[in-house]
């Protein structure tokens, strides 16, 4: 099965810098990779996901990369602001079955 | 995005009892709705995964006679929690998605806790 790799696990950085977290992937088969942001307590939400026929996805301060041939995706966020801190979540799946989610990595902006 | 409801958000109940946990898509129809669940500080673990009108499908470890799921409509799922015990406090997350839809959405999620 697929297997979800995420680095960092934990992630400071200063407000207005930028931030960068990456996941691997194991199955090539998968050609969806969303991104979740999840708040404590609250349920996954989508801030962008990426398809594999695309290299690159961009939504105003937060961007994904995709390398199907090493099989890893990053997430980038720039201008980073103190809302911006949250648990983030990668995920891979095959074509609308299941997610298999990495270990999420903790974010904290600091004003 | 469509919208997920689940329902409790909040359930503490004794050992021994058991919990059931409702997911409904309110907006649209989800062919197939996935259990997740979560503990602390930890990535979302899927359970199972069903299909409208046939049995779930669980994922290894997952005992399908104590997480007994139900997916009898297009909008609504539930997973019951059969004699539960305290290992089985956690965070239980639904999911919903929809034929070739890549998307996922999630519901709000439940926090059993089991004294």
């Known amino acids: 099965g697929e297997n979800v790799e995420q680095h960092p696990s934990t992630l400071s950085v200063q407000e207005g810098d930028s931030a960068v977290i990456k996941c691997t992937y194991s199955d090539s088969a998968s050609n969806y990779f969303p991104w979740y942001k999840q708040e404590l307590g609250k349920r996954p939400q989508l801030i962008i996901d990426?398809?594999?026929?695309?290299g690159e996805k961009k939504d105003q301060r937060i961007a994904v990369t995709l390398n199907k041939t090493a099989k890893h995706f990053s997430l980038h966020i720039t201008e980073t602001q103190p809302e911006d801190s949250a648990v983030y979540f990668c995920a891979a799946s095959n074509a609308g079955n299941m997610l298999t989610f990495g270990g999420g990595t903790r974010l904290m902006v600091k004003p | 995005g469509a919208v997920v409801s689940q329902h409790p958000s909040r359930v503490i109940c004794k050992s021994g009892t058991s919990v059931k946990i409702e997911c409904r898509s309110l907006?649209?129809?989800?062919?197939?709705m996935f259990w997740y669940r979560q503990f602390p500080k930890k990535s979302l673990m899927l359970m199972a995964t069903?299909?409208?009108?046939?049995?779930?499908?669980?994922e290894q470890g997952v005992e399908k006679d104590k997480f007994l799921i139900n997916h009898a409509s297009l909008t609504l799922s539930t997973l019951t929690v059969t004699s539960a015990h305290p290992e089985d406090s956690s965070f239980y997350i639904c999911?919903?998605?929809?034929?070739?839809?890549?998307?996922?959405?999630f519901g709000p999620g439940t926090r059993l806790t089991v004294t």
């Open positions: 999911s919903a998605g929809g034929g070739t839809t890549y998307e996922q959405y």
């Open positions: 907006d649209f129809q989800a062919t197939t």
């Open positions: 990426i398809r594999s026929n695309v």
């Open positions: 069903s299909n409208e009108g046939s049995k779930a499908t669980y």
